[in-house]
Structures are given as C-alpha cells and as structure tokens.
C-alpha cells in the first residue's frame, strides 16, 4: 500500500481542481503536504477543508524569487522530497491572432515555472538522495488544439524537459515523470457549451469525462516507492482519447 508518512510534500495549483484532488489524495496516504497557489480565499478555503496541511500564496510569474520559495517551503515542512508542478495558465487564441505577451505569459508560467521550481527542488532532494518529481502536462501537448499553440507548446516542452531532468539525476535516486490528463472535470470543464462538451465526450472511446481523483490515484503511484524503477515517462490519463 502507498504511504507517505514522513514525506514533505509541495502541490503547486493546489486551489485548482486537479490541484484539490492532488491534496486530498497526498493527506490521505499520510504526506506532510503544502499547497501553494495564486488566490489567499482558495487556499484559506482548502486549509479549513485540510486542516493538516500547510499552504502558501506565490506566484510563480516571479521568476526571480522561485529559489527563495523553495527554500522556504523546505524550511516550513522540515525538508522536500516530493515535488507536484501542477500550476499553468491558458491564454487561448488562434495562433494569426496571438499577441505576443499571450505567448510569453504561457510559457513563463508553465514551463520557465516549472523548470527552475524543478531545478532548486532537486538540490534539495540531492541533499536526501531521494526524490520524486510529477509534472502535470495535458493531451493536447501530444495532440495539439485549435486556439493552443502556445498551451501545447508549453505542455509538449515540459515533457521534454522531464526527459533531460531524469537522464541527470537517475542514478541520484530521484525520479522525474510526467502525467497528461485529457479532459477532466473541473470548473473550467462544467463552463463549456452542452454542444461542446458532447462533441469532447464522444472523442473519448470511454465516453465520459475524467476526475481529478484519476489523475491523483496516478501522480500517487507516480510518487511512491512502488514507481522507484519508473522515471523519464508520461503516463496518459485521458480515457483512450490519444494512445501513444
């Protein structure tokens, strides 16, 4: 059985709904878990909701002050030892009419973010000889989507990137992988035309959206002992929308 007694744990997006779900599963298997995120009424929401666990304003656009996170966050838990890279943005718009800023703001957050988190957390975990690290990508990094270029981009490039990080730091005893989701149900998701998201269903062969829970029971094993020889992969979540 997974169990995470005695893991410092950080959940970036953590007032999201995947975000959510990633905290409640981490708690539950006994993880000493922080939760940061952009809006202090969510994460007051999520720390009254779980009460065991630590959260933390930041935003990740602060490139400059990624390494002084880090290190406080370890400071607060009392070490770091696994770290989920589950916050981005969207800033959709076909790709003629994309303005450069809706370009940069993508990418900086969801990828430049989750590379230098990724980067200072492994010094940490050196220290340990001991880590895991899960990035949150999406299928349309594999696929593509119209009005995403710059979200498939970011996504694509962070899977990447996991590929390098694991290359390096394999024979450290930290992991790194990476989890796509495809369409799951979340406020963004519940906000999408009755016709839409009938078209969305009837492309997934399992016909039904998927949860946050699904994506968390697979960053779970993605974090534990039991994935210790598991490390450079991207395991789809997606109901057989894309198969790789």
């Known amino acids: 059985m997974i169990n995470f007694k005695n893991k ?4 970036t997006g953590a007032s999201g709904g995947i975000g959510d779900s990633l905290v409640k599963k981490f ?9 940061s995120g952009t809006k202090a009424e969510k994460l007051d929401e999520l720390k009254k909701k779980y009460s065991n666990i630590k959260v933390k304003k930041f935003d990740m656009a602060e490139h400059s002050r990624i390494e002084e996170f880090i290190d406080n966050v370890a400071l607060e838990l009392g070490g770091l030892d696994i770290l989920i890279n589950n916050a981005g943005i969207n800033k959709d718009n076909l790709s003629l009419r994309m ?19 990724s980067k200072h957390a492994i010094k940490k975990m050196l220290k340990n000889k001991f880590g895991r690290v899960v990035n949150i990508t999406s299928v349309v990094a594999h696929t593509g989507n119209l009005g995403q270029s710059n979200y498939s981009a970011s996504k694509a490039a962070i899977i990447g990137m ?24 979340s406020d963004m998701t519940m ?5 839409v998201k009938l078209y969305l ?7 039904k959206l998927g949860t946050g829970e699904d994506v968390s029971n697979c960053v ?9 020889y598991v ?14």
């Open 8 to 11: 410092n744990i950080l959940i």
């Open 27 to 35: 708690v539950s298997l006994g993880g000493n878990v922080l939760g």
């Open 99 to 117: 303005k450069d800023e809706e370009w940069k703001k993508v990418i900086d957050i969801n990828l430049t973010s989750t590379f230098l988190l």
């Open 162 to 185: 996991s590929k390098s990080f694991a290359i390096e730091y394999a024979k450290k005893n930290i992991t790194i992988n990476c989890v796509s989701p495809g369409f799951i149900v």
């Open 191 to 195: 906000n999408i035309a009755d016709k």
């Open 201 to 207: 269903t009837s492309r997934i062969p399992m016909g």
């Open 220 to 228: 779970a094993f993605l974090s534990s002992d039991q994935a210790s």
């Open 231 to 244: 490390t450079g992969e991207t395991i789809h979540v997606n109901g057989g929308m894309y198969m790789s």
